[in-house]
């Protein structure tokens, strides 16, 4: 929720010193309001209310009075008043509404606002164009000055509006990622492979992360020959902490399952596919650079579940040792993606 605060009038000096206080005026039809009252016609209405030559160019005038007519939601019409002083500080605003089919009700009502706003003392029946209900104009005649009301204080009057601002609800995010990963204890050798991830952020929860990577030659020497590996693997992650903005820094945690393959080679494994199953744990940054695109890097650390040698069979037929998984291994990625919200 909202609220507008409209003054109707300012605070101003004596009656003597409004009258000597002048005025500019800035007028302005917006589209589908050009029937509405225009700026000439507008300064006559007012100075013939007040009585006197108000207006005058805005290098002489005292106070600024700019305001604009629109046709508003619904079909009525709408004016919104500003008032400045000769700095250019803000004096107040108003706020003026018709829902009659015509715009010349709305000319009306701003005259009368503008006649307030610069001369906040003008009589209400002088305003309103019509006699005060149950006066007699002739009693002003035979009462004796000190019997006159002398001028009251001037008065603001302050009206509060409630609107109804309409906020956005939590949005779901969705951002996909494609980068370089270099690796280390995955297999025997250092190695360079491809990454992929789709993060998904639903409303009030933490990310989720679904990765996959690819390893696609790795080879490995013995003794009597080599064997060309292939690591693939996918999994599932999810991000606890995660703090969001232009650049995000989220952390994880997930499984991994994959396979280690045999591409090739001399050597006779025991096993030409193995299953892996590892824990996974990730600290990645991202960076929104421009519009969708997103820069990352990623620092990940594999624990595998099975450290099961790999055995490879030689030339007399004997089972040796290719080489034994590792406790941890390690993965850098840098890369770049596309980040949506709907």
Do not use: N
């Not at 000439?40 to 805005?58: I, K, T, W």
């Not at 945690?253 to 994959?258: F, P, R, Y």
């Not at 055995?311 to 850098?332: C, N, Q, W």
């Amino acid at each position: 929720m909202a609220s507008v605060v409209v003054l109707l009038a300012w605070g101003a000096p004596a009656r003597a010193q409004q009258s000597e206080r002048t005025s500019s005026l800035s007028w302005v039809r917006m589209t589908g309001a050009e029937a509405c009252v225009g700026t000439a016609d507008l300064a006559r209405a007012v100075e013939h209310r007040l009585g006197r030559r108000v207006f005058v160019s805005a290098a002489s005038a005292e106070i600024a009075v700019e305001g604009h007519a629109e046709r508003a939601a619904g079909g009525s019409w709408r004016a919104v008043i500003r008032v400045t002083d000769a700095h250019g500080t803000s004096l107040g605003e108003r706020v003026v509404e018709s829902r009659a089919g015509r715009c010349d009700e709305l000319g009306e009502l701003v005259t009368a606002a503008i006649a307030v706003t610069i001369d906040p003392l003008t009589p209400v029946a002088e305003t309103a164009h019509e006699p005060a209900a149950d006066h007699d104009p002739s009693s002003d005649a035979r009462a004796p000055p000190s019997a006159q009301s002398p001028p009251g204080p001037e008065r603001v009057v302050v009206r509060t509006e409630r609107v109804v601002v309409e906020r956005p609800g939590p949005r779901w995010q969705i951002e996909i990622d494609g980068s370089l990963a270099g690796a280390i204890g995955m297999l025997p050798d250092p190695t360079a492979g491809l990454l992929s991830a789709v993060i998904i952020v639903p409303p009030r929860f933490v990310p989720l992360v679904l990765e996959s990577a690819l390893f696609p030659i790795a080879s490995v020497q013995a003794p009597e020959g080599d064997a060309d590996l292939v690591q693939m693997q996918a999994g599932l992650a999810i991000c606890p902490l995660a703090i969001g903005g232009r650049v995000a820094l989220h952390a994880c945690a997930g499984v991994d399952a994959g396979a280690v393959l045999v591409a090739g080679g001399s050597l006779e494994l025991a096993e030409k596919e193995r299953l892996i199953v590892q824990a996974h744990a990730e600290a990645r940054v991202h960076w929104r650079v421009v519009g969708p695109l997103v820069l990352r890097a990623g620092l990940h650390l594999l624990v595998p579940f099975r450290r099961d040698d790999v055995l490879y069979t030689d030339s007399a037929g004997a089972s040796r040792t290719l080489y034994t998984p590792p406790v941890v291994a390690g993965m850098l990625d840098l890369g770049a993606g596309l980040r949506f919200d709907w």
